[in-house]
Every structure is written in C-alpha cells, then in structure tokens.
Nanobody, 122 residues
Framework: QVQLVESGGGLVQAGGSLRLSCAAS????????MGWFRQAPGKERESVAS????????YYADSVKGRFTISRDNAKNTVYLQMNSLKPEDTAVYYC???????????????WGQGTQVTVSS
C-alpha cells in the first residue's frame, strides 16, 4: 500500500508560481514512477508530467513544457511539481499518482492522492 498526500495548491495570479508536493507513505516509494495529473471542471483528466523512479527521465504535456518542472526526492518520499508562468487555463485539481512507463508513455496505477486545487486568476 502507498498513501499519497498532495499539498501546495492555492490561488495565484496569472504569471505567478506554485510548488506542489506529493508526500508518500508506505512501502517502496522509490521503486515507483510518479506522475502529476489534473482535471478541470467539465473536462477529462489529463497527464501533466511524469518522472521515472530514478528521476533520470521526465516527460511533460505540451501545454506545460517550459513552465512546469517535476522532480523527486526519494530520501523524503516526495515528488514535486514546480509551476511557473501560470495561466488561467492551468486551473484544475491536481493529483499525483504512482504508475508505470510503457515506452515513453506513463500509465497511472492504483495509488492516487486526494488532489489539491490550483486556481489561477486573470
């Protein structure tokens, strides 16, 4: 079992920054690849960024490339999402999840956090 708890969301003006954290408890966090997803009202959930278990590869949705950075600290059982140059269209509930890579594609697995709200005002 892995428990995931996100934090760091909030209200920010367009152009601002936030850093989301996803703290994991349970077994073998360092063996999991991790991803961040988001879901806006009335829209489907989308993948935002992911990182391999060793942190040696990262992937980003085209909509966030150059603005968001995913990282992890396995010693702290935490994965981060640094979000810069935020836009109103980034407004969503952000979730972290464990998962697996199939080639370059990250597929979420069984463990999800409860989500943290990010609201970007124009």
């Amino acid at each position: 079992q892995v428990q995931l708890v996100e934090s760091g969301g909030g209200l920010v003006q367009a152009g601002g920054s936030l850093r989301l954290s996803c703290a994991a408890s349970g077994r073998a966090f360092s063996s999991y690849s991790m991803g961040w997803f988001r879901q806006a009202p009335g829209k489907e959930r989308e993948s935002v960024a992911s990182i391999t278990w060793r942190g040696d590869r990262t992937y980003y949705a085209d909509s966030v490339k150059g603005r968001f950075t995913i990282s992890r600290d396995n010693a702290k059982n935490t994965v981060y999402l640094q979000m810069n140059s935020l836009k109103p269209e980034d407004t969503a509930v952000y979730y972290c999840a464990t998962g697996t890579y199939y080639g370059d594609k990250f597929s979420p697995g069984d463990y999800w956090g409860q989500g943290t709200q990010v609201t970007v005002s124009s």
